[in-house]
C-alpha cells in the first residue's frame, strides 16, 4: 500500500510554479515573438542612428556610451512592459482563466506559497524575455562590460517593478483590463517625471518608475530605484495580505452557518409531505405576457443596436475615464512649457497624447474582435439573424465614437492652453491641425488595428506585432499627415 | 415543424460525430439524450446553422412555407432561440441591458416595444428582481434562466436548447420545466440532456442518441410502459437508456 505523500514545502511549491511556467513559455510563440521584439528594438538603437526612444540631450554621444545605453534600457523596459503585459497577465491569470484555482488550491499546498510561486513565475518569465535586451545591445556593438551597470541598475529593478505590479493587479482584481490600467498609470508617470525633470521640477527624477528622469544630471539614480523597489515589494505584500481565493474556495464557512443550515433541513424534515412545505418549494413562474413575435430587425436597426452597445461599452468603463484624465495631465503638463507659437504648442501636446492614443487604439480594437469569444457569447450571437461583419462594423463605429474623447479632449486643450497663459489662442490652428492630425491618425490606428486583428485571428499576436510597430514607428519618426494639416490650418 | 435528414459530420480526428442522423420534430419539447460526446451538441449546432454538416439536409416549415434551412439560415435565424450549453454573457453591464441587447437585435427596436420584451422575459423567467444586477453577479442558475431569456426573445418558433438543466439543482430545473411548458403550442423545442429527469418531465418525445446515432425514438410514457411490460413494473426511462447505450459510450 502506498504511504501518503507529504505535502511540499514553499520553497518547492514556489520551484514547481516557477518550472512549470517557464516550460509553457518556452513552447510558447508569443513568448518567443517579445523577446525578438525587444532583440530587433534594442539591436536596431545600438547601430542605428539618432536617438528617439526617449528625451535627453544624448544626440552628441555615441550610441554605445555608457550614459546612451543606461537612457535606452530604461526607455526599452518602460515601453517593453506594454508589450509584456499579456504575457504577465497569461501567468498571473493563468489558474483563472482556465478555472483551476480550487482545484489547486485543494492539492494541500500553502496558498501564500502558491501566490508567491505565481510572482516568482511571472518574474521569472518576464526576465528570460528581457534578456533579450542586452543581448540586442551587445550584438549592435556595445561592449559587454557597458552593459552590466544599466541591466542591474535599471532592467531587472524594472523587471521586477513590472512583475509586482502586474502580478498584484491580475492576483487581486482577477481581470487583465486593471492590468493595463496599471501599465498605462505607469507609462503617465513615466512621462510626467521627464516632463518635470525638463522643467527643473527635481521630484520628476522620483515619480519615473523606470529611472529614465533620475539619469539626467544632478538627479539620484539610486533614490529612484530605491523607492521603486520599495513600491515593488509593498505591491507584493499588500497582495500576500489582501489576497484570497475567489469563488469560496478553501474559505471557512461563516460562523453559525453550519448550524443554521443543519436547523433548516431538520425542520424541512420534521414537516416532510407537508402541503405548505409544498407550496413554498415549488417555484412559481409568472404567465407570459403576450407579445406579438419578432422576426428579425432591418440592417440599419441592428447597426444601430451595435453602435449603441459599443458606445456603451467605452463610455461606462471606468478605465478609459482614467485613462483620458492621464493622457490629458500629461500632455498639458507637457504642453504648459512650451512657450512658443501655438503650432509648436499643438504638436506637443498631440506628440505627448501620441501613446496614449496608440495603446487606447489597439487594446480596444483588439477586444472589440475578440470579446465576445472572450466572454463566451459568441454561439449565442451567432445564431442571430446578425451578419458578423455588421455586428462587428457596428460595435466598431460605436466604440470609436466613444474613444475619439482622447482627441477631442487634447484638441480643447491645445485651444485653451494658450489662452490660459498667453491671453492670445489660435484656436483654428489648434483645431485644425490637432483635431485632423488627432483624429485623423486615431481612427486610422483603430481601423489598421482592428484589420490586423482580423487578418492575425490570435489576440496577443496581433497585440504584439501593432505595438511592436508602432513603437518603431514613434522611433523612427513617422509623421506623414502633420504636415498637410498644419497647412490646412494656417499655423505658423 | 423542423426535418433533418441523413445529417452526418465528420472531424478530421476520430469517429463521425454524426451518422445519418434523421428526425422530425414536431410543435413540442422533444428530448434528446445521450452520454458525454454523443453528438447532441454538433446535432444542435447543425441545426441552430452554426455549423455545417458534411452530408444531409434540413428542412423547416414556418408560417411562410417550407424552407431548405443549410441554403437560407438567415431566414431560420430570423426565428429561432438557441441556448448554447457552455455560455457567457458580458459580466459587467446589467440583466436588463444586455437582455434588451439582444431583443433589439432581434427586431425589438424602439424603446417601449424593447422595454416590454424585457419586461415580459424577465417575468417568465422569474428574474425581475434581478433585473437591475450586473450579469457578473448572478449565480449558475440565473445566468442561465437569463441565457433562457435570450433564446426566448421574439417569442422563436424553433427554439434550441443545449442541456439547459446541466449543473442545476433540482429548484433551477423545476423552474426551467415551468418556462418550457408555458410555451406556445406552436413552438419546436429541441432538448438537449444527459438526465432522464428532463425527459419524463418536459419532453413530449424524445431520442437516445449514442455515438453519432439515433438508437431509439419514443413518447416517455409509452416508452416506459413498453419497458415494464418486458422488463417488470420497476422499469425506468433509465433502464431504458442503458440499454441502449453502453457503460462504455462516452466519448
Redesign the interface.
Known sequence: MPSAERPHSGLATIGIVVSLELRLHARDFMAWLGALVFFFLSLAHASGGPISLVSGDLASLPRTAGPVLAQAMAGLTAFGQVITAMTAATVGLRDVSLRSEGLVLTTGIAWRAYLLGRYAATLAVLLAISAAIPLGFALGGAAPGDLLAPVASLVLPNVALVAAAFFAAAALSGGFSVILLVGLGFIGLWQTGLSLVARGVSIGALIDPFGNAALTAGHSLAANRVLWLAVSGALLGITLWRWRPRGGVLAAPARGAVAAASKQVTARLASAGSPQVAAQTTPSVAPAKPLAPLRGASTTDQFKAEYRFGLRWVVQERGFTVLLFLALLNSTANGWSVAMDSSALVRALEFHARLFAILIATIYAGELVWRDRDVRADALLDALPVARDLRLAGRATGVLTGLLALPITITIAGAMLPLLRDGSPNIACAAAWLGGVGSLLFVGLFIISLALHRIVKHKTGAHLLLIAAWVSAIAAGVDALAQPWQVWGFCP | MLTAADLTVRYAAGPRALDAVSLAFRPGVFGLLGPNGAGKSTLL?VL???QQPDSGSIRFADDAGEFDVLHDS?RL????G???Q????????SVE?VLG?????????EREARA??V??LL????L?DKRRAIVGSLSGGMRQRL?LA?AL?????LLLLDEPTAGLDP?ER??IY??LA?LGERTVVLLSTHLTEDIRVACTRFAILSRGCIVAEDEPGRAVRALRESMGAEATLEDLYFKHVPLDAER
Open positions: 449546432r441552430a446553422t452554426l438567415q435565424r430570423r426565428t429561432l438557441y441556448l448554447p457552455d455560455f457567457g454573457l458580458y459580466p459587467s453591464l441591458y441587447h439582444f431583443c433589439a437585435l432581434k427586431g425589438a427596436t416590454a420584451w419586461d415580459s417575468s417568465r423567467t422569474n425581475l441565457g435570450i426573445a421574439g417569442n422563436p418558433a429548484g423545476r423552474r415551468d418556462v408555458q
